[in-house]
């Protein structure tokens, strides 16, 4: 039974998915490298809470006990030996999460899954940075992962079926949808909406529609929540330049980025994390 969650950082994805476990009764611990990041992730799942409360979707005691199912670490060492379950959430950068992996693996006691959310890297890649290859899973969270269903489950080469079972489980448990897929860069998910979000891009690029008229075209005309140039921000356009070069390497020119997604992220606007990106945000 997974009862205790260590979350590897307290960014944007990792606040999200210690709120997502805590809500569901789950014991988190939330670890980052400075207390100003811990601070600002604690402020946003307050927030975050608060919005839901107001809205209805949950009570004042839910709200607190939430918040007291969620402590906070500087220490990576602590976050692991106090954890069933291992979810690492930092950048999408194969090198960093490989020596994370490094450090979750000697720090973790032994049979502890190790779980990335990432949403293109290769999970073999980071397994193989580890002892434990068979017990390394993808875990691709969705924004924002309290209201999100999804969790796409990536097997590695190794990844053993009993840690593929333990996630779905765990997923179950805590009231999300999974798809398990195959270790290809982009997996199912990631490989779509990249391939829609740049021509969207291309589109609003080449003037032929604003960049309201282009996310309300596909917002009403193809019935999406949201238009395409506002989940780019709210999904982090350095993250989506990040996939869209990886991409290229592994299936060609369809997937290479707009020079609008290059320059907004050499200006450093990545979108609602900054408070720039297409959109401006307070």
């Not at 890297?121 to 434990?132: D, E, G, P, Q």
């Amino acid at each position: 039974m997974i009862k205790r969650i260590g979350v590897i950082g307290a960014g944007l994805m990792g606040n999200g998915i210690a709120q997502a476990m805590a809500m569901k009764g789950k014991q988190v611990i939330l670890q980052d490298i400075t207390d100003e990041a811990l601070s600002k992730a604690r402020q946003k799942i307050e927030k975050s809470l608060g919005r839901l409360e107001k809205a209805g979707h949950i009570t004042n005691d839910a709200v607190q006990e939430t918040l007291n199912n969620i402590t906070t670490t500087l220490s990576l060492e602590g976050a692991c030996q106090e954890s069933d379950l291992i979810i690492e959430a930092v950048p999408e950068n194969l090198q960093l999460k490989k020596t994370i992996f490094e450090q979750l693996d000697q720090y973790a006691p032994e049979g502890v899954i190790l779980a990335t959310n990432t949403s293109e890297l290769s999970v073999t890649s980071i397994a193989a940075a580890t002892k434990r290859p068979d017990k390394v899973i993808g875990m691709h969270w969705f924004n924002p992962a309290p209201i999100m269903k999804l969790i796409e489950i990536v097997k590695g080469i190794d990844t053993s079926d009993e840690t593929v079972k333990a996630i779905e489980h765990v997923s179950e448990e805590i009231g999300k949808e999974t798809v398990l897929v195959k270790d290809t860069q982009g997996f199912v998910t990631t490989r779509a909406l990249s391939a829609h979000m740049i021509e969207c891009m291309r589109i609003y690029e080449e003037g032929v529609a604003s960049l309201e008229d282009v996310d309300k075209a596909i917002r009403l005309g193809l019935n999406y929540p949201m238009g395409p140039l506002q989940l780019a921000d709210y999904v982090g356009l350095d993250t989506m330049l990040f996939a869209s070069e990886g991409l290229v390497e592994a299936y060609g020119d369809r997937f290479r980025p707009p020079q609008i997604l290059r320059k907004l992220v050499e200006a450093g606007h990545f979108g609602v994390k900054t408070g720039k990106g297409f959109y401006t945000y307070e």
